[in-house]
């Protein structure tokens, strides 16, 4: 599966967003039709149409948390050999520290991303048994 594949089948209505916006009216009717309008679009506009397909992929805060620890290790290089002697100093191990602490908070945060997406998975799945029971009632009377 392709990422054209894989943006039109779980975000229809984005991959329809970044169709129409180089000019072309997105077909609705499965996915399959989607995928193919935007390989097209991305033949004839190149790598503008996968910036834009990112934003709209249905897996970017994976990729926002990817870019966020390569940033965080290369700072980590960056400090670690900023003396240019190979030696350990104060200042490097403040530095090698900072960037763990970072790399850390940054998998609490991914960490609590998930235990969100749970929660909220829960509380709709919550509410969509009492509209059930609801309407269950409504059609009984």
């Known amino acids: 599966m392709t990422i054209y594949d894989y943006c039109a089948h779980k975000n229809p209505q984005g991959t329809a967003k970044v169709i129409a916006s180089y000019g072309m009216r997105p077909v609705r009717t499965n996915a399959r039709d989607l995928s193919s309008q935007?390989?097209?679009?991305?033949?004839?506009?190149?790598?503008?149409?996968?910036?834009?397909?990112?934003?709209?992929?249905?897996?970017?805060?994976?990729?926002e948390f990817e870019r966020q620890l390569m940033v965080a290790k290369e700072?980590?290089?960056?400090?670690?050999?900023?003396?240019?002697?190979?030696c350990s100093n104060a200042s490097g191990d403040e530095s090698?520290?900072?960037?763990?602490?970072?790399?850390?908070r940054l998998q609490e945060s991914r960490e609590k991303s998930e235990s969100d997406s749970k929660l909220l998975s829960q509380n709709n799945l919550i509410i969509g048994g009492v509209i059930v029971l609801g309407l269950a009632l409504i059609m009984k009377k």
């Open 38 to 63: 935007i390989k097209y679009c991305a033949k004839q506009h190149g790598g503008d149409v996968l910036k834009k397909l990112i934003l709209v992929h249905p897996d970017r805060e994976l990729f």
């Open 75 to 86: 700072k980590e290089k960056e400090m670690s050999g900023a003396s240019g002697c190979g």
């Open 96 to 104: 090698k520290q900072s960037a763990d602490v970072e790399i850390k």
